[in-house]
């Protein structure tokens, strides 16, 4: 059986991540196994009315087969999953309202932009659902006809979009993933101060190199605590479930009454399709391959901005002011240089907002160091005008820009650039994982 629901917090506060926590601790109440580890799984990143992180979470249950799992730890008690589901098992039957009951006061109803939905099925998504949820806009109705025919059950909170995140979701096969294990503050310390030791987090850093965006050396960020106050008090990514749980006991921090272990698509790339100019819309995202045509320039506020061109068309590309230095490598390209491009779509105009780029070819730039000598007075030419070639003063002698004298400048960035870890979408993946 899967269970999966999705926008229930809002930017001010909760995280559907906890409603997971106690959705997992009510099923085991219910005396269900909970099989393998729950997913946090997130969606098209572009669209504009997402609630923070625009993540559902997806719980598979049932009666399990298998050696258990530790998944995570509540109040001191350890919570497990069972690796795979025993065949022939009949699920009784259950209620979505079973699941719901009490759980719903930890939605943030009150949010104009907060609209939960949860779904219960015993059948499987089509797979095409997730990658329609991860790359493209769904709408709920077109949610509405898929769990009608797979017989599922589900509710819808007010516009219930929420069901998008939760089909999607359960739609997931894992194929590219990653974990992060989350931690959760007591319930009447959710809106209190808190800390976490950012020397111990570079320590972690260090020590567990299968995790990855710990900390932002770079602009002193500790990219595993959330910006909002909510009842997680960090996160840590990697690759490898069992690490995260030593990579925790090395954080210091105020301390928190639970913690659990999410296989998730952040980190996955999944978002990125290889597309040509004319066919990017928006609110995807696009991997292009192009050429620039125009060389960067940088806006008010900070950001660069810059063109390209494939054979079907020309977009605009930005590296926004939070990118920070990455703006600087993207300030150094060229007109003609040919790059791969990575990042979601914005609206009007269409604009690709980078996430990571691979210049392939910066060849090296001539620079004019003097214009050229005449050959029959020996005096320095005077340009005509840019691109028009020169003349000599003194006899009228004519001579072209190509008789000017100029010198090579190697560009040294061809390569691989990510944004820095402060700026860093959860899907992107890090070069740090490409490499490896
Ligand atoms: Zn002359």
């Not at 090395?250 to 639970?258: D, F, L, M, N, R």
């Not at 940088?298 to 054979?311: E, K, M, N, P, W």
């Not at 703006?327 to 150094?332: E, F, G, L, N």
């Not at 003063?393 to 990510?418: H, L, M, P, V, W």
Request: hydrophobic share 35%.
């Amino acid at each position: 059986m899967y269970f999966a629901i999705d926008d229930t917090d809002s930017r001010q506060g909760m995280c559907t991540t906890y409603v997971g926590l106690k959705v997992i601790l009510k099923l085991n109440e219910l005396g269900y196994d909970i099989i393998g580890y729950p997913r946090l799984v997130r969606l098209n990143p572009n669209i504009p009315w997402k609630t923070r992180g625009n993540g559902s979470v997806v719980i598979r249950f049932g009666f399990g087969q298998g050696r258990q799992i530790k998944i995570g730890e509540y109040n001191g008690q350890d919570i497990f999953g069972k690796p795979r589901e025993r065949k022939k098992e009949k699920t009784k039957e259950l209620e979505i309202e079973d699941i719901l009951r009490d759980i719903e006061r930890y939605f943030v109803l009150d949010d104009r932009n907060t609209n939960p939905g949860a779904v219960l099925t015993s059948k499987k998504l089509p797979e095409w659902l997730y990658w329609e949820g991860v790359r493209d806009v769904v709408s709920v109705q077109e949610i509405e006809n898929v769990l009608e025919q797979h017989e599922a059950k589900y509710k819808k909170y007010k516009l219930g979009r929420g069901i998008i995140g939760a089909s999607c979701g359960i739609a997931w096969r894992a194929k590219r993933k990653t974990y992060e294990l989350l931690t959760y503050l007591p319930e009447e310390k959710f809106s209190e101060a808190r800390w976490v030791d950012a020397e111990s987090v570079k320590k972690m850093d260090k020590q567990i190199p299968s995790t990855f965006d710990n900390y932002d050396y770079e602009n002193n960020y500790t990219a595993i605590m959330p910006n909002s106050r909510t009842p997680v008090l960090f996160g840590i990514r990697g690759t490898m479930p069992e690490e995260l749980i030593k990579a925790k006991d090395i954080v210091k921090s105020t301390s928190y009454e639970a913690y659990l272990i999410y296989e998730t698509n952040q980190g996955s790339d999944d978002h990125l399709k290889r597309r040509k100019i004319r066919e990017i819309r928006e609110y995807t995202s696009a991997i292009v391959h192009g050429n620039v045509t125009s060389a960067p320039k940088r806006l008010r506020g900070g950001h660069v901005i810059f063109t390209i061109a494939d054979s079907t068309g020309e977009i605009e590309c930005a590296a926004y002011e939070p990118t920070k230095k990455f703006r600087d490598v993207i300030s150094k390209l060229e007109i003609g240089d040919e790059v791969v491009v990575y990042g979601g779509v914005r609206k009007e105009p269409l604009t690709i907002n980078i996430e990571k780029i691979n210049i392939i070819k910066a060849p090296p730039v001539l620079k004019k160091v003097s214009n050229p000598v005449c050959p029959l007075c020996g005096r320095k030419m005077e340009s005509i005008g840019r691109g028009k070639g020169y003349r000599c003063r003194k006899c009228g002698t004519r001579a072209s820009e190509a008789d000017a004298q100029y010198t090579k400048i190697e560009r040294n960035i061809e390569g691989f650039y990510e944004v820095p870890v402060i700026a860093r979408r959860h899907l992107a993946r890090p070069l740090k994982i490409i490499k490896n």
